[in-house]
Nanobody
Framework: VQLQASGGGLVQAGDSLRLSCAASERTFNSYTMGWFRQAPGKEREFVAAVRRNSGYTYYADSVKDRFALSRENAKRTIYLQMNSLKPEDTAVYYC???????????????????WGQGTQVTVSS
């Protein structure tokens, strides 16, 4: 599956952004989808994920209550609504997809086999 992420930009602290990730695969609803981010000099970290079929969502503690992940299977797209953005949210955001059963490892980047190209989010203070 090919993934195309979009929606990044430069915003001020407290602002909102919505990222999108469109998938090429018709069987999109069979994929568990995730968002990860990587700041300069840091390792890639888990942000959020949504399970295939059930649509159950998972969040990193650092974004819980501020970010909301949703999926629209008919459009083969997931969305990451990011509110109350902070400077520490600055990073390149990547969407990822997995067909495997990754329920117990859904927060690990190694669980995902397909990655989008990334979209830059910069939050100024």
């Amino acid at each position: 599956v090919q993934l195309q992420a979009s929606g990044g930009g430069l915003v001020q602290a407290g602002d909102s952004l919505r990222l999108s990730c469109a998938a090429s695969e018709r069987t999109f609803n069979s994929y568990t989808m995730g968002w990860f981010r990587q700041a300069p000099g840091k390792e890639r970290e888990f942000v959020a994920a949504v399970r295939r079929n059930s649509g159950y969502t998972y969040y990193a503690d650092s974004v819980k209550d501020r970010f909301a992940l949703s999926r629209e299977n008919a459009k083969r797209t997931i969305y990451l609504q990011m509110n109350s953005l902070k400077p520490e949210d600055t990073a390149v955001y990547y969407c990822a997809a997995s067909l495997r059963n990754i329920l117990s490892t859904i927060r690990l980047s190694s669980s995902y086999d397909n990655w989008g190209q990334g979209t830059q989010v910069t939050v100024s203070s």
